[in-house]
C-alpha cells in the first residue's frame, strides 16, 4: 500500500512562491498533482514518470516544476509566479504500475491560497 503524504501548502500573495512536497510509502512509477478549487472539478496540474518525463497543465507552464526523487519515492511542486486563480486544494497522487495512465493512490491533499 502507497499512501502519498503531502506538506508545504500555505497562503501567499500574488507573485510569490510556494513548494509542494509528497512522500510516498512504497515504490511509485509515476506521480501526480492534481487541484481543485471550490465548484470547479478536479485539474491535472503535473505529472511525472520514473525517468524524469513530465507533462503539466496549460495553466501553469512555464510557471510550476514538478520533479521526483525516485529514490525516495518523494514528488515536489515548485511554484512560482502564483496567481489568485491557483487557489485550490493540491492533491498528490501516485500509482505502481508502468504507465502514467490512472492513479490509484492519493494523498490526503494541502491547501494552497493565493491572495492579490
Known amino acids: 500500500q502507497v499512501q502519498p503524504v503531502e506538506s508545504g501548502g500555505g497562503s501567499v500573495q500574488a507573485g510569490g512562491s510556494l513548494r509542494l512536497s509528497c512522500a510516498a510509502s512504497g515504490y511509485t512509477y509515476c506521480m501526480g498533482w492534481f487541484r481543485q478549487a471550490p465548484g470547479k472539478e478536479r485539474e491535472r496540474v503535473a505529472i511525472?514518470?520514473?525517468?524524469?518525463?513530465?507533462i503539466y497543465a496549460d495553466s501553469v507552464k512555464g510557471r510550476f516544476t514538478v520533479s521526483k526523487d525516485n529514490a525516495k519515492n518523494t514528488l515536489f511542486l515548485q511554484m512560482n509566479s502564483l496567481k489568485p486563480e491557483d487557489t485550490a486544494m493540491y492533491s498528490c497522487a501516485a500509482n505502481a504500475r508502468t504507465s502514467c495512465l490512472g492513479f490509484n493512490y492519493w494523498g490526503q491533499g494541502t491547501q494552497v491560497t493565493v491572495s492579490s
Open positions: 511525472i514518470d520514473r525517468s524524469g518525463e513530465s
